[in-house]
């Protein structure tokens, strides 16, 4: 039997080759951006991560995804929430490692209908719905065919930022130049003037990282934070605290 770890190692070495077929300029960079909410409190912490329960009511947006037209959260699930992009050089993709330990662990158990993964898309400038399929399937297509559901959520700028306020994730872009400096938090426009003038080599996105999960009756329960040794050390105990708050709103709507 393959264990979690080895399943963690050989999940990374896919998403590491996945980004470079992609083109991605693997730097290490800092990709997380915290945006803090009013009215939460800390369930619980570890060394690896900070599970802050908020009890936010949240009111539906419609949106374009990998599925069509839908209302963000969806009702009757939970609701796992992760701001991504494509082209991420770093913690994105340590996000959907955690996600794929999630899945089998759902598959496991015969859960994987009590549950969706949502990712919404903090790259509405140069990424695509295709680009997230593709991304999908490269690293989590075995469970997708095991009835996993995965949405990928990519509208224009407008309703990006909507459901970005909505969940609280705060975004930004950053240049790296062709002489190796960076350019941070940049607006929309500043990003358009400088593609045209050709002085990125990369553009990425900063952005809040975490799970943010919503109950089933779309309340925002809890915002699972990461540290950084639970990042780059301990993403099997950040996936392993993340399931048992699934798991505890699964078992509330029975």
Known sequence: MVSRR??????????????????????????????????????SYNNYVAAIEYGKPLEPVEARS??????VPIEG??????????????VCHWESAIMIYLMGELVERGLQDKVVFVTIGVNP???????????????????????????????D?????????MFGIAVSLYCVKN????????????????????ECSFVGVNHTAGFIIVDGDGVFRYFMSPTEDGWKR?????????????LKLVEERK
Request: glycine letters at 6%; aromatic letters at 10%.
């Open 6 to 43: 080895t399943a963690f190692i050989a999940v990374a070495a896919v998403l590491v080759a996945f980004a470079i077929s992609v083109g991605v300029a693997l730097i290490v960079a800092s990709t997380v951006v915290t945006k803090l909410v009013s009215n939460t409190s800390i369930a």
């Open 66 to 71: 990998s599925e069509g037209i839908i209302r």
């Open 77 to 90: 699930v939970v609701n796992v929430v992760v701001p991504q992009y494509v082209n991420c050089p770093d």
């Open 125 to 155: 400038y140069y990424e695509t719905i295709e680009d997230g399929k593709r991304y999908m399937e490269s690293v989590a297509g075995d469970y997708l065919d095991k009835g996993v559901k995965w949405i990928w959520v990519l509208d």
């Open 157 to 165: 700028v407008e309703k990006q930022e909507e459901l970005w306020n």
């Open 179 to 198: 002489d190796g400096s960076i350019i941070d938090e940049l607006t929309y426009d500043d990003y358009l003037k400088l593609e045209e003038s050709g």
């Open 234 to 246: 301990g993403q099997r105990q950040v996936a392993e605290t993340i399931l048992q708050y699934i």
